[in-house]
């Protein structure tokens, strides 16, 4: 099923597909991970945003507490976290899990899903380790259609990643959550952002990134509707219009600023000759 074209018919069984998933753990405990690979397959095959049965959170504290480490982050992005019971405990399970498990590119993709799945959720949000969020910084790339990249650009999430007063982890952040996929929820926390944390003269080349980023986007988002809905089925021609409007004005506040920031360097040089 996992390798079937049919997507329709993929997603029809996406309940059954999931009500596996236990047992595909514990077959993953015992030295026997195909199952469980075929069920994660099956997920990204099926291109779905919510690949998951609300029933599984039964399930969830014993699933997460006898899993492997590595088990527990390659499920994790597929678990409901605004369901869950025991949800700070399940949380801070699985940031233990995080920093048991060696870096690989679908680690780090499941790892920060997930992150922005949980950082989402207002009341997950205070039980995510800080230094959970320096994921953020491998920079993983993340599917066309991707929940935590969906529903991590709300506003609080920025602020969340305002707060940790770290311009890497920041710029990590904006740079993964800004795609041609998702219309972002708090486009004005973000230009907010630009204007208040990277403005300084010294962030030349911080904002040198985010540019180079939004020209990506905008170009992606250029090549129409028909290109974007190869990917993402759920774009619609409303969807296009909304972020083409929203990269270009984060992009109008970032060129803004750095002018901004240039003009101040090129007076306060011209100042130091001059005296």
């Known amino acids: 099923m996992a390798e079937s074209e049919n997507v329709d018919e993929l997603c029809s069984k996406h309940k059954a597909i999931t009500s596996l ?10 030295g026997q991970p195909e199952m469980l690979s075929t069920l994660l397959h099956a997920a990204r095959a099926s291109k779905m945003l919510w690949f998951r049965w609300h029933r599984i959170r039964q399930f969830a504290s014993v699933l997460l507490s006898e899993a492997t480490p590595h088990a527990i982050v390659l499920v994790s992005p597929h678990m409901p976290w605004n369901h869950l019971a025991d949800r700070g405990d399940l949380v801070q399970q699985w940031a233990v899990a995080t920093s048991m498990v060696p870096h690989t590119e679908e680690v780090a993709e499941s ?5 922005l799945q949980i950082a989402s959720e207002k009341k997950l949000l205070p039980y ?29 999430v920025v602020e969340a990643a305002r707060r940790l007063k770290d311009i890497e982890i920041l710029k990590s952040y904006l740079l993964l959550i ?5 219309i972002l929820y708090s486009e004005g926390a973000m230009c907010t952002s630009i204007r208040e944390d990277f403005s300084q003269v010294g962030m030349g080349h911080h904002r040198a990134d985010l540019i180079e980023r939004l020209d ?36 109008e506040v970032l060129l803004e600023v750095n002018i901004e920031a240039i003009t101040r360097l090129c007076n306060s040089t011209l100042h130091f000759y001059v005296y």
């Open 21 to 30: 998933l236990p047992y595909a753990v514990w077959q993953d405990l015992s």
């Open 178 to 182: 800004w795609s041609e996929w998702d």
């Open 216 to 251: 990506y986007v905008l170009g992606q988002l250029g090549q129409g509707l028909e290109y974007l809905n190869q990917h993402n089925l759920d774009i619609n021609w409303n969807n296009l219009q909304i972020m083409e409007q929203q990269y270009g004005k984060l992009k």
């Open 128 to 156: 995510i380790p800080a230094d959970t969020w320096l994921w953020l910084t491998k920079q993983p790339s993340l599917p066309p259609v991707c929940l935590g990249r969906y529903s991590g650009t709300k506003s609080h």
């Open 111 to 115: 790892v920060v899903n997930t992150l």
